[in-house]
C-alpha cells in the first residue's frame, strides 16, 4: 500500500524543470496569455512521463505534544466559538502531564444525503448552481511569489511527502487503529478543538512554505499575508470543506482515506485541486508539488497529533487477527468489521453512508461469520439492534456450524440478546439446522436446559409441535420428556 517517490511524480513530475514543447505548452496556458485553471491540467498530467527520485531523508516533526497542546489551548483562550452543540465535558491527559479539556460533541449529527439521492426538481437544481456559482471565490495568480521558489525545495518538499505517505498508508493498513482513529474524530472530539486542530496545522503548512520562499521574504519584497493566501489556495479544503460544523470532519476523513489508500482516480484528482492559476509552464509543477507537500504534510500532523494524545496510548490496539495473507476482504470491508468488533458504532454508520452497503453481507471474520455473530460474540446489544435494523438480511445468515443468530445467542445464554432478535425475525424462529438433525432454536434450548429461553420462545409464537431427528419425529416435548427436563414438559404441555 506505501507509496514510493515515482507514485507522488506520476501526479506532479517534478523531475524535468526544463522547458516543454510547444504542443505541452498548450495545456498550461493560451497564445494570448490567457490565464487557465490549474484543475483543467489532467490532459497534460497524463501525458507526462514519470521517473523516480530516491527519498534521502525521512520526515521531521517540527512540533511536540506538549507545544500542540498549547497552540490548541491558546486557541481556545481567544474565546472562539463553538459551531457544534456541546453534550459533556471530557478530560484527555496530555503527554506533558498536563490535561486538556475535550467537549464532546453531540453523537446526534444532522442527516447526511446517501451517495445515490433522488435529482430535485429542475427548478431547485438551477437554484442551487446558481447559489454555488455566486459564493465561488475568484482564483488568484501567484507567480510573483514563485519566482523566489527554486527545484532543490520543490524535491525536498516531494522527499518528505514520500515518508508521509508511507506512514499514512502503514496506519491505514492497522484496521483496529484505524477505526480507532475514525471514532476519535467523529464523537470524541469536539468540533472547536477540532478547528483549532486545523488551525494549528496550517499555520505550520504556512509557516513551512514561508521557508522555502524566505529570500523573497528577507528582501521584503514578500509579505506574510500573501503567504497565508497562497497556502490558502493550495489547501482549499481548510476553509471551504474541514470548517463546515455539519459535516467538516467527514470532510476530513474522506480526504484522508482517499490518500491514504490504494492510488485511484480519486487520489489522483485530490492532488490537482488547487484554487491558483498560472501563466508560467514551470510553475504549474511547482504548485502542484506545494499542493501534495501541504495536503500530505498536513494530514500527516493530524495523525501525528492523535498518536501522541492520550487516547491513542491508553487504549493499546489489539492484534489485528482480521488482516492475513489469505484473507479476501478488501480494506474498508475489515475497516467495517473492526468497527463492529470493537463496538464502533459512529464508525460503522459512517462507513455505512460512504460506499454501497450491500458489501455488509459479504463481511465475515476469520471464523466465517457474519456481521451480526460478531456484534454477539461482542456482546454488543446497541450494535446487534443497529445490524438489524439496517441490514435485515443479516438475520438469516447461518455460522459455519450451522446456526442461526437466534441459536447462537441461546448457545451463549444471552437472553437480553435474544430478546432483540426475537423482535426482529419474526419469520426465522423456527429455522431447522440440517447439519445438526433438523434442531430448531426451541429444541437447542430444550437440549441446554435453559427455562427462561424455553419461555421467551413459546411466548413469541415459535413452533412447539416441529420435528427433528433423522426421521423427523422428535418434537420439543419428547426431547424434554427423553431428557426428564419435567419442568418444560409442564411448561410445553400448559402451552399447548
Not at 419428547?478 to 402451552?495: C, G, N, T
Request: charged share 25%.
Amino acid at each position: 500500500m506505501a507509496r514510493n517517490i515515482r507514485d507522488l511524480r506520476e501526479i506532479i513530475n517534478i523531475s524535468r524543470l526544463s522547458l516543454l514543447d510547444e504542443e505541452e505548452v498548450e495545456c498550461i496556458y493560451s497564445s494570448d496569455e490567457e490565464q487557465q485553471s490549474l484543475s483543467s491540467l489532467d490532459d497534460y498530467i497524463a501525458s507526462r512521463p514519470s521517473s523516480s527520485l530516491g527519498a534521502r531523508s525521512s520526515f521531521t516533526t517540527l512540533t511536540s505534544s506538549t507545544e500542540l497542546a498549547n497552540r490548541l489551548s491558546t486557541e481556545n483562550k481567544r474565546g472562539r466559538p463553538s459551531t457544534a452543540p456541546v453534550r459533556e465535558k471530557r478530560h484527555i491527559a496530555g503527554t506533558a502531564g498536563g490535561r486538556v479539556t475535550v467537549p464532546m460533541v453531540d453523537v446526534k449529527r444532522a442527516p447526511f444525503p446517501n451517495q445515490y439521492t433522488p435529482v430535485p426538481p429542475i427548478g431547485q437544481k438551477e437554484e442551487k448552481q446558481r447559489t454555488r456559482k455566486s459564493v465561488r471565490k475568484e482564483k488568484m495568480n501567484f507567480d510573483h511569489i514563485l519566482e523566489f521558489l527554486d527545484s532543490t525545495v520543490v524535491n525536498g518538499w516531494l522527499e518528505e511527502c514520500n515518508a508521509c505517505m508511507k506512514e499514512l498508508s502503514d496506519f491505514v493498513n492497522n484496521a483496529a487503529g484505524f477505526v480507532r482513529f475514525l471514532e476519535f474524530f467523529l464523537k470524541n472530539m469536539s468540533f472547536q478543538h477540532f478547528c483549532g486542530l486545523l488551525d494549528l496545522e496550517f499555520s505550520i503548512i504556512t509557516d513551512r512554505i514561508k521557508h522555502g520562499l524566505h529570500v523573497g521574504l528577507s528582501t521584503q519584497k514578500l509579505e506574510d499575508s500573501i503567504i497565508r493566501h497562497l497556502t490558502s489556495a493550495i489547501l482549499p479544503e481548510y476553509e471551504n470543506a474541514f470548517k463546515d460544523p455539519l459535516k467538516g470532519v467527514e470532510e476530513f476523513l474522506d480526504v484522508f482515506v482517499v490518500i491514504s489508500s490504494a492510488k485511484t482516480e480519486r487520489y489522483r484528482v485530490l492532488l490537482r485541486k488547487v484554487n491558483c492559476t498560472t501563466q508560467n509552464k514551470n510553475y504549474v509543477q511547482w504548485i502542484l508539488a506545494m499542493r501534495a507537500h501541504g495536503l500530505i504534510s498536513f494530514l500527516t500532523g493530524i495523525l501525528r497529533f492523535y498518536k501522541e494524545a492520550s487516547y491513542a496510548s491508553t487504549e493499546p490496539i489489539s492484534k489485528d487477527t482480521s488482516i492475513s495473507s489469505g484473507s479476501s476482504l478488501s480494506l474498508r470491508e475489515k475497516w467495517i468489521l473492526w468497527a463492529v468488533r470493537e463496538n464502533k458504532l459512529t464508525t460503522l454508520d459512517y462507513l455505512y453512508r460512504k460506499q454501497d452497503g450491500g458489501c455488509f453481507n459479504h463481511v465475515t471474520d476469520e471464523k466465517g461469520r457474519s456481521l451480526l455473530f460478531v456484534a454477539m460474540e461482542s456482546k454488543s446489544e446497541e450494535m446487534v439492534h443497529y445490524l438489524c435494523q439496517l441490514k435485515p438480511d443479516l438475520l438469516k445468515e447461518q455460522s459455519p456450524n450451522g446456526n442461526s443468530p437466534l441459536m447462537f445467542s441461546i448457545n451463549t445464554g444471552n437472553l437480553s440478546m435474544m430478546n432483540i432478535l426475537l423482535e426482529k425475525c419474526e419469520g426465522e424462529m423456527d429455522y431447522a439446522n440440517d447439519q445438526a438433525d433438523g434442531a430448531t432454536a426451541l429444541h437447542l434450548a430444550v437440549i441446554i436446559g435453559s427455562t427462561k429461553a424455553v419461555s421467551m420462545l413459546l411466548k413469541a409464537g415459535c413452533d412447539k409441535n416441529v420435528r427433528m431427528g433423522k426421521e423427523a419425529n422428535v418434537t420439543p416435548l419428547q426431547l424434554a420428556r427423553e431428557l426428564d427436563h419435567h419442568e418444560f414438559v409442564k411448561l410445553l404441555q400448559d402451552k399447548s
